[in-house]
């Protein structure tokens, strides 16, 4: 069966580049196209997509309050993997958004390769998309957000030293293999992680790390 998804954003011009794109990809599929973060949540009901490419700036509903909508509707695991479409990666829009529930972001400008190749990412869910950015970006912001420190109780040493890991941006067969485990094992440790913390994906679990002080901000430059 191929990925399923819906494409959003304001410009009719980027919506039918982006759904060329994917449709050409022959294991994706474009199954709707919104051209506001309102009708994005109407039709992420409707058709169920598994992955939204979803604008971050818009009228009517922006991307930020239609992801928030959309992550609230649905149970985590029938739950659409969001991708949040924007011009800069450091944007505190994006920031909110992962917070949120959105599992990555992708620079609009990006190849035909990795646009595809992002929508592959976040379908799977083993791995984080864009990881160095990513952990660019929250590090940027959890500088000034306050440290929860985290009940140690929560989560089993084991599990303290995967979530490390999943920080760092590493996917679960790299993290198999600097933590001498095995890749199934990895998995159901994630998976547990996520659980217990309320997490809906490592885009999540990534931000909580930081703001929870699990890790910390490297030194800036």
Do not use: C
Not at 99 to 117: N, V, Y
Not at 181 to 191: I, W
């Amino acid at each position: 069966m191929p990925i399923r998804v819906l494409v959003v954003d304001d410009q009719e011009m980027v919506r039918a580049g982006f759904s060329a794109l994917l449709n050409a990809q022959p294991d994706l599929e474009v199954v709707g196209q919104a051209g506001d973060g309102a009708e994005a949540v109407d039709l992420a009901a409707e058709l169920r997509p598994d992955v939204i490419l979803m604008d971050v700036r818009m009228p009517v509903l922006d991307g930020l309050a239609a992801t928030r909508r959309i992550v609230a509707d649905a149970a985590p695991e029938t739950s659409p993997r969001v991708v949040m479409l924007t011009t800069f990666d450091l944007d505190d829009y994006v920031y909110a958004a992962l917070r949120a529930g959105a599992s990555g972001f992708l620079l609009k400008h990006s190849t035909p390769d990795e646009l595809a190749s992002a929508v592959r990412v976040v379908a799977a869910g083993d791995a984080l998309l864009a990881p160095s950015v990513t952990r660019r970006l929250v590090e940027d912001f959890a500088r000034v957000q306050p440290v929860v420190p985290i009940a140690p109780a929560r989560l089993t040493p084991r599990e303290t030293d995967v979530l490390r890991q999943v920080a760092r941006g590493l996917s679960n067969r790299q993290i198999a293999a600097e933590l001498v485990l095995a890749e199934q094992t990895v998995k159901s440790h994630v998976s547990s992680i996520l659980s217990k913390l309320d997490l809906r994906d490592r885009a999540q679990a990534v931000v909580f790390a930081y703001e929870a002080g699990v890790v910390t901000p490297g030194p800036r430059g």
